[in-house]
């Protein structure tokens, strides 16, 4: 099946740093990626979808100028978290959808950020 | 719409019994469900979906059941096992949004 992958899998960042996590689709061209936040015990919760050369579509409540979005090609999406804090530690998951499959989302592992 | 869930709801199994998980969504206009598999630590596993159009869909050893009238999604897990161990989401879908809709989801335990 499809393989999405993130990079890194791990992060721990000081306040006020910026960290950037790669989504990658390996074997299949992506239009739309997903992101999502997943807070511990919680439900995956959508945060903006990217779309290849253009602009991402930001949630209600969810800031663009923190959560800076670039899908620059059909296989890479690239999340920065800037001016990180310590609420904003969760795991982030990115999924990426097929062309070929319609509606199929394929999710990436994950990617755990943790801001002292 | 998105759902926030403060606690998981388990489910507790005997390892070989049937499982059933549920989920009630409330979207009308969702024409399209998945049930994913989440163990620690990792993103959603795909287990199965189904379109509206249809009440029923099986898979090997799994059985998704959509009811539109009352807008719920059944998950049933034959023959259990340790391995299945997880949290289980259900996801949500309508052509005119192209993201999911995750429910609040359930863990699963599997005693041996």
């Known amino acids: 099946g499809a393989v999405v992958s993130q990079h890194p899998s791990w992060v721990i960042c000081k306040s006020g740093t910026s960290v950037k996590i790669e989504c990658r689709s390996l074997?299949?061209?992506?239009?739309?990626m997903f992101w999502y936040r997943q807070f511990p015990k919680q439900s995956l919760m959508l945060m903006a979808t990217?779309?290849?050369?253009?602009?991402?579509?930001?949630e209600q409540g969810v800031e663009k100028d923190k959560f800076l979005i670039n899908h620059a090609s059909l296989t890479l999406s690239t999340l920065t978290v800037t001016s990180a804090h310590p609420e904003d530690s969760s795991f982030y998951i990115c999924?990426?959808?097929?062309?070929?499959?319609?509606?199929?989302?394929?999710f990436g592992p994950g990617t755990r950020l943790t801001v002292l | 719409g998105e759902s926030v869930g403060l606690h998981l709801p388990t489910l507790s199994v005997q390892e070989g019994d049937n499982s059933i998980i549920n989920c009630a969504y409330s979207?009308?206009?969702?024409?399209?469900f998945i049930w994913y598999k989440q163990e620690s630590g990792k993103g959603p596993q795909f287990i199965i979906d189904?379109?509206?159009?249809?009440d029923k869909r099986q898979g090997q050893r799994v059985t998704v059941l959509l009811n539109k009238t009352v807008k719920h999604l059944s998950l049933q897990i034959a023959a259990t096992q340790p391995g299945d161990s997880a949290v289980y989401f259900c996801?949500?879908?309508?052509?005119?949004?192209?993201?999911?809709?995750f429910g609040s989801g359930t863990r699963l335990q599997v005693q041996p």
């Open positions: 990217s779309n290849e050369g253009s602009k991402a579509t930001y």
């Open positions: 979207n009308s206009a969702s024409d399209y």
């Open positions: 189904i379109r509206s159009n249809m």
């Open positions: 996801a949500e879908n309508d052509t005119g949004r192209r993201a999911l809709t």
């Open positions: 074997d299949f061209q992506a239009t739309t």
């Open positions: 999924s990426a959808r097929d062309l070929a499959s319609g509606n199929e989302q394929f």
